[in-house]
């Protein structure tokens, strides 16, 4: 038998050994690292995961609310229908902002409550200059009042007045509009600057409508006539003038601020005159009343409302001149609107009283 070749066997195994080293080296790869899942700022690149939502911080209400009290303060001697519109108009508008609204008769000027934001108070003056002083974070409204001026937390409103020449004229006008042969007349005060400027704008006012305001039928007056008295005058001495107006066959009257009283009022209507004044009148004389010619404050209040309540005041606004309590048996609409017409033509300057300032 024949002797293997062992020489040849050892290579055989050699080469089939350096085979499988060299095919093993080929066929491995370098273990890939698994990125970490997120990577500090300090590390460059940032985390590739989705990061979850940081919570909101939100800081606590204050403690304390805004103010949130509306306070009317109506004095005992205080016109009840200047009063009772101004506080339904207050009223609503404190609603329409969520505000709180009172009417109070007085505030006394020591340790205002916290929750007050504004102050609105009526003539005659409630102590006003004190209440605002003591009080520096709160808005105040001074309405009709006199001898005040604004300030950073005071506002007015017809502080002055409406000129009693304007408030005369308009009253005038409006008498001669409604009455029959312009037989009209004005009881005024005799001894004061307003007193006589109301009593000559009432004349102007009626012949500005009328001209020569001439009648057609007897009996034959000049009008429109006027009777005035002294300020201090008795209730007897007004009855006296007025039937001064009655035996001249006088049909609409017009009482002028401070003029007569009450007496003097349930005298002319029950003589069958027709009325106007400058205050709402009492209900047993209503038939009578052709309408009231006064002051308008709702409608500057209105305007400056928004700064009130926002804080910002030192506002001083005249008063409007308005036409209320109109009598439709004797105040026709149509004649309301020729009246309201020249009343805001009157009042932006348009036309002139005629009356020296």
């Not at 006199?146 to 017809?158: E, H, Q, R």
């Not at 005038?172 to 509009?177: E, I, N, R, T």
């Not at 001064?244 to 007496?263: I, M, N, R, S």
């Not at 017409?341 to 020296?356: K, M, N, P």
């Amino acid at each position: 038998m024949k002797k293997p070749n062992v020489p040849f066997i050892n290579r055989l195994v050699l080469i089939f050994f350096l085979s499988s080293t060299v095919l093993t080296a080929c066929n491995s790869t370098t273990p890939e690292t698994s990125p970490p899942s997120a990577m500090s700022s300090e590390a460059g690149s940032p985390a590739t995961e989705t990061q979850q939502p940081t919570e909101t911080i939100t800081q606590p209400p204050s403690a304390t609310s805004p103010p949130s009290l509306v306070v009317l303060v109506v004095p005992p001697e205080a016109d009840p229908a200047q009063a009772g519109a101004l506080q339904s108009a207050l009223a609503k508008l404190s609603a329409a902002e969520g505000l709180e609204f009172e009417v109070q008769p007085a505030l006394a000027p020591g340790n205002p409550t916290p929750a007050l934001r504004l102050v609105v108070a009526l003539a005659p003056d409630p102590g006003l200059a004190s209440l605002v002083a003591a009080a520096p974070d709160v808005q105040f409204l001074g309405i009709g009042i006199p001898g005040l001026t604004p300030t950073a937390n005071l506002s007015l409103i017809g502080s002055q007045g409406v000129t009693p020449d304007q408030q005369g004229f308009l009253a005038g006008y409006l008498a001669a509009v409604v009455t029959p042969e312009w037989r009209t007349a004005v009881m005024s005060i005799s001894d004061t600057p307003s007193g006589m400027a109301t009593r000559q704008g009432f004349l102007n006012g009626v012949i500005f409508f009328c001209g020569l305001c001439r009648q057609t039928y007897p009996p034959f007056y000049t009008y429109p006539m006027y009777v005035e008295l002294p300020g201090g005058a008795s209730s007897p001495e007004w009855q006296a003038a007025a039937d001064v107006l009655k035996d001249k066959f006088v049909q609409t009257v017009y009482l002028a601020p401070g003029a007569g009283d009450e007496t003097l009022l349930t005298s002319l209507a029950e003589a069958g005159l027709h009325l106007i004044g400058s205050q709402t009148p009492p209900a047993a004389i209503q038939a009578a009343w052709i309408a009231t010619v006064g002051l308008d404050y709702i409608t500057p209040v209105q305007t400056i409302w928004p700064d009130l309540i926002n804080g910002k005041g030192g506002a001083n606004l005249p008063a409007a001149l308005a036409i209320s309590d109109i009598n439709p048996d004797l105040l026709s609409p149509g004649r309301q609107r020729l009246v309201e017409e020249l009343s805001r033509e009157l009042q932006s300057g348009f036309i002139d009283t005629g009356v020296a300032p």
